[in-house]
């Protein structure tokens, strides 16, 4: 691709104008100083954040993170810049209470939090506002990434229980730089920075990037291009009104994951870069992606504030892979001793033809909140009142997905098969989901040390479901409240404690097609979770955060059975996590700057009615997992700093029944980071070694549609890149 095609190329000469009539009438130094648009813009001292969106018009009142009776980790701009991450699941892995959950390289990817599966609908945040997460996350024009660990009912309405993930734009700033990018594996990559304010009131942000990857996984070779703007507009000194949007499209060969052979036995000798059922005819997984938000906050006093948002993502999916999956065809699975949708035992597996083009997810939601506070006698309230209006559409073609050739997990080559004939039909509604919510919550404070939280919101659910023909084969409807509340204790001012309990509403999932209920989708379900938290300001630039929590959900699950299929979906029984986690993030001295994150989980099925099922850990939930990062600047070199991290994770469940695990894994990661000036400009050089050992583990053992899967840890990979302040 010539660079006159890219977005990066699109972007300079979009900008180039005004960037000239900028420079030939700029107003005096002070003048072009980053007004205050944002109240909440981003407070990080590198590796630490003092705020987020998140506590802000939300659940928890206007507060700082430290006076927020939630477990909240922000990944800031430094953490991002520093480790280099171009996935989802290389973004997250510094958090311990996050775990990939059915994440294949080449495709969009989801994690679980505190051992639950997000909900790629409704999950996933673009500045407050909900996103379609079924895209490529790119991470060029965040500002930081927020996570929401816990019950998110209040703040998001219908979501899975274990949180939300938040991503937060870039604001307009003084900002020209350029950064070039390469790895072991020749990839190339570019992006583009700009910023500036035209005037005191008016500024713009621009972030492009145009990326070829060579994969790591034959034959996954990839490419996207990204851009993103951000303006902000200071209209009076009470009114500001702040736009985002950013378009994606990428492509690329997606992996598949292997399975449990004979459903039972890891694959002994797995390849880490062995494309699983690859065929030359399989084309790219084209995804084209676009958010926007717009946000208009008015001030009417000193205490009362109002804002209105907007957001819309939209996600265009072309999804094609020679997809290996079960063994129904094999002849070693003929006997029917092994289900059909696992790998065979001698390490057979199916190859189909699965076609899915112009798959559209889209999200639009409206909100409205007003925020003041006031006194009653001796004490004093901080109100939240608000409405949203969230709508999701699915539009779907009729897929192909047949049934081409089996192939085993040790061909060195897999076997070339002939592609189906078949095409897929014309596209049609597949779901249509509205979520109106109403929500209030006052903090009050009872004196210097003693603070009560109390709200609720009430969400109606309407969903309509439709079959490949345009049917309506289910209607959901549902009226529920949610109530939150909190109590904080602040002995001292470094100081505050904090117990909650909350409640959500979460959607109930399809039965798998080999069920006996197979395509039926379970009522919605109703979780509750209890949290007692610390939070330590150790000092200006270091904070420490721990929370012992309990979440309770009815359990989902395939409960075997006298039915022809062996097995029927079900919710019976409560899914109980209980856990503890603790976080420290920030400058511990003038050169130490760190991350370091635990999570212990007991995450245990209760009163299923299949006791194999019981007293045992969860499928994909590690007993325990670690993350430490850190960033040291070397005395006797000046602009020269290490990079170092390391990550645990104890063995983990593959199986319902929990006969079968994978193995613990330690993995080390380590950096060099060194800024120097050419001709007067900052030129920071970063160079990043993942998986240092080149150790092999399984990171995900994850299910998608009551499907499980094996996905292995990356082998060794370095990236290095130089941002040049232009």
């Known amino acids: 691709m010539t660079l006159s095609r ?139 990434v927020e996570v929401l660990k816990g019950l998110g009912g209040l703040e998001a309405g219908v979501v899975e229980p274990g949180g939300l993930i938040n991503y937060v734009s870039k604001r307009p700033a003084e900002v020209h730089t350029l950064t070039l990018g390469t790895d072991s594996h020749g990839s190339v990559y570019q992006a583009l920075d700009l910023g500036t304010w035209f005037t005191p009131t008016f500024g713009v942000r621009v972030n492009a990037a145009n990326e070829k990857t060579h994969g790591v996984v034959e034959h996954t070779d990839a490419r996207r291009s990204f851009v993103s703007i951000g303006a902000d507009w200071k209209i009076s000194d009470q009114a500001t009104l702040l736009l985002d949007t950013d378009y994606q499209t990428s492509g690329g060969r997606s992996v598949s994951g292997y399975q449990l052979l004979g459903g039972n036995a890891i694959p002994p000798h797995p390849h880490r870069t062995r494309l699983l059922g690859y065929q030359p005819w399989q084309r790219p997984v084209g995804i ?29 999916i072309d999804d094609n892979v020679a ?93 070339v098969f002939d592609p189906s004939p078949n095409q897929p039909g014309a596209s049609v509604r597949r779901l249509t989901s509205w979520q109106r919510t109403l929500f209030a919550i006052d903090r009050v404070h009872l004196g210097e040390q003693w603070q009560v939280l109390a709200g609720a919101r009430l969400v109606r659910l309407d969903e309509r479901a439709y079959d490949s023909a345009g049917a309506l084969e289910r209607a959901t409807r549902q009226t529920k409240t949610l109530p939150q509340a909190a109590v904080l204790w602040q002995l001292t001012a470094p100081l505050t404690t904090y117990v909650s309990y909350g409640e959500g509403l979460s959607l109930g999932r399809e039965a798998p097609y080999w069920t006996s209920n197979g395509g039926t989708t379970l009522a919605p379900l109703h979780s509750r979770q209890a949290e007692a938290g610390i939070k330590y300001a150790v000092n200006d630039a270091l904070d420490l955060q721990a929370a012992l929590y309990r979440i309770r959900q009815s359990y989902q699950f395939a409960r075997p059975d006298g039915t022809a299929e062996g097995f029927t979906f079900v919710q019976q029984g409560q899914e109980v996590h209980t856990g503890i986690e603790m976080n420290l993030a920030g400058r511990v001295t003038d050169r130490l700057r760190i991350t370091a994150s635990a999570n212990i989980i007991r995450a245990r099925a209760e009163n299923t009615g299949a006791p194999t099922y019981e007293d045992h850990q969860v499928v994909n939930v590690p007993r325990w997992r670690t993350a430490v990062y850190a960033d040291y600047s070397l005395p006797f070199v000046p602009g020269l700093a290490v990079l170092g991290g390391w990550r645990y994770a104890s063995s983990n469940v593959a199986t319902p029944d929990g006969s079968t695990r994978v193995p613990a894994y330690h993995v080390v990661d380590v950096g060099l980071r060194y800024v120097t000036a050419v001709g007067g400009h900052a030129m920071t050089w970063r160079l990043n070694v993942d998986n240092v050992f080149n150790r092999f583990y399984w990171r995900d053992t994850g299910t998608s549609g009551g499907d499980a899967y094996l996905f292995p840890g990356l082998p060794r990979l370095a990236r290095l890149s130089v941002t040049y302040e232009l």
């Open 6 to 144: 890219t977005p990066l190329a699109l972007a300079l000469i979009a900008l180039a104008p005004s960037a000239w009539a900028a420079d030939d009438t700029a107003p005096p130094a002070q003048a072009r100083t980053l007004p205050t648009v944002d109240v909440h813009a981003n407070t990080a001292d590198g590796y630490r954040a003092a705020d987020s969106q998140l506590d802000t018009f939300g659940s928890f009142g206007s507060a700082t993170l430290h006076d927020t009776p939630a477990a909240i980790t922000v990944i800031t701009r430094a953490q991002i810049d520093d480790r280099q991450p171009r996935s989802l699941s290389e973004l997250v892995r510094g958090d311990a209470a996050i775990n990939d959950n059915y994440a294949p390289a080449g495709y969009y990817q989801d994690i679980s939090i505190r051992g639950f599966p997000l909900d790629l609908a409704t999950g996933f945040r673009f500045n407050g506002m909900i996103m379609s997460a079924e895209q490529l996350q790119a991470l060029e024009g965040k500002e930081r």
């Open 288 to 316: 084209h992606s676009s958010n926007t938000s717009l946000r208009f906050n008015y001030r009417f006093s000193d205490t009362w504030n109002a804002q209105v948002s907007a957001g819309h993502s939209h996600t265009v």
């Open 323 to 415: 997809f290996a999956y079960g063994c129904f065809y094999a002849a070693s699975c003929a006997s029917g001793a092994t289900p059909g949708y696992f790998f065979a035992p001698n390490g057979d597996y199916d190859v189909y033809d699965f076609r899915s083009p112009d798959d559209t997810r889209q999200n639009d939601e409206v909100r409205g909140v007003v925020t003041g506070s006031f006194a009653t006698g001796a004490l004093d309230h901080e109100v939240n009142l608000g409405a949203t209006a969230f709508r999701r559409t699915v539009d779907q073609r009729p897929y192909v997905y047949d049934y081409v050739g089996t192939a085993n997990i040790d061909d060195p080559v897999v076997p």
